[in-house]
């Protein structure tokens, strides 16, 4: 059987879904048996997520299948993926004395639209644990205990009630809450928990809309059409994922331009001073340009961990968005990096609207 047509770009976010192969559920039809099968699958999911340069936004793991939604800023959804199922796979089967397929096909994952989309697809995604099995017919006081508490979900550790996971980056979706920045997590408990009240019917429609994509009308229409015409063109689906062709800019060249668009010397980039965003801003585009991992971006810059560094692109995050001058220059040095970048293959890559409006940077 031919393989899935995946539609892969640089920058592109996908809602990826895997179940357990199998309609029966049982005992010994579960995708994650016991807690050690629950640990095992999140200690191969941030290994892959490092080895990948994968931005992970979200997940959640219930019994017999898991979401999660990430960016690729290296264009590799599919290479990512087949690492991480392929491992926990082995691991699965060894454990459990079987063998065979343990997921039900490959993976099912749908691009993902903007800011709004993302936000609203964190919510359901985040709901999942209080919409299965008897705890949806529970009372309210009795879900949103069970969702604060569920502990194989990032849920808990983006409200605060777990620490911070170290694989996970939660400036995107946190960064879209009002208020200060302390204020984030409880307004996105708010937002999260008020679904328990109201359905969210615009997300459940774009859920069923397209198999493709989670978006907008004009979204859709893009990802639609751009799916058919790579789809007629090719014989072999496998050979048409939309991907970057050429390999990432060099981290000389993204802090060079930096330093043109900043007037600024290289030295300021990689030299810790009090108030001064920019380390974190260099981080952003040796990621996202160079494809740097943050751990690699963070030895480059001498700012130590990817932790370190994923604290900073945060804290960046709410200068950019109070600091107009600052915003300008970030989008000249975009600019610039953007026409440096060797061009992607023919054909409409380009999204409908102000390209990646999504992206908090």
């Not at 919409?131 to 006081?141: K, N, S």
């Not at 200068?319 to 107009?324: A, E, F, G, K, V």
Request: proline share 6%.
């Amino acid at each position: 059987m031919a393989r899935p047509l995946r539609l892969e770009f640089p920058g592109a976010v996908y809602h990826v879904t895997c179940r357990m192969v199998g309609d029966e559920v049982t005992a010994n039809s579960l995708l994650f048996r016991d807690h050690a099968d629950r640990v095992r699958f999140l200690k191969q999911l941030a290994e892959r997520r490092e080895q990948h340069r994968i931005r992970l936004f979200l997940f959640a793991c219930m019994t017999n299948h898991f979401h999660l939604v990430f960016e690729t800023p290296l264009a590799n959804c599919s290479q990512f993926m087949q690492s991480l199922t392929t491992a926990y796979t082995v691991y699965y089967n060894l454990r459990h004395h079987r063998h065979g397929h343990v997921l039900d096909g490959r993976f099912k994952a749908k691009m993902v639209e903007g800011d709004a989309y993302l936000l609203t697809l964190s919510r359901y995604v985040h709901l999942n644990p209080v919409r299965v099995g008897t705890l949806r017919e529970r009372p309210l006081a009795e879900q949103i205990t069970a969702l604060r508490s569920y502990p194989w979900s990032s849920y808990p550790s983006y409200i605060g009630h777990r620490p911070p996971l170290d694989f996970v980056d939660y400036g995107p979706l946190l960064s879209q809450m009002e208020g200060p920045r302390l204020q984030w997590s409880r307004r996105y408990r708010a937002f999260v928990e008020n679904g328990l009240v109201a359905p969210d019917r615009e997300i459940q429609a774009a859920l069923r809309c397209s198999p493709h994509c989670i978006g907008g009308d004009a979204f859709r229409t893009w990802v639609d059409d751009l799916y058919a015409q790579r789809l007629a063109r090719h014989t072999r689906p496998e050979d048409v994922s939309f991907r970057q062709m050429t390999p990432p800019l060099p981290a000389e060249t993204v802090l060079q331009t930096l330093t043109q668009a900043f007037k600024a010397d290289a030295a300021d980039f990689k030299r810790r001073q009090h108030d001064s965003p920019l380390r974190a801003i260099a981080a952003h585009f040796l990621v996202r340009y160079a494809g740097l991992s943050q751990r690699a971006a963070g030895d480059f810059l001498h700012i130590g961990s990817g932790s370190a560094v994923n604290n900073q692109l945060q804290r960046w995050n709410d200068r950019m968005l109070q600091d107009p001058r600052l915003s300008r220059l970030i989008g000249k040095a975009r600019e610039r990096l953007e026409a440096a970048t060797p061009r992607r293959p023919a054909g409409s890559d380009k999204q409908p609207g102000s390209g990646s409006r999504w992206r908090k940077v």
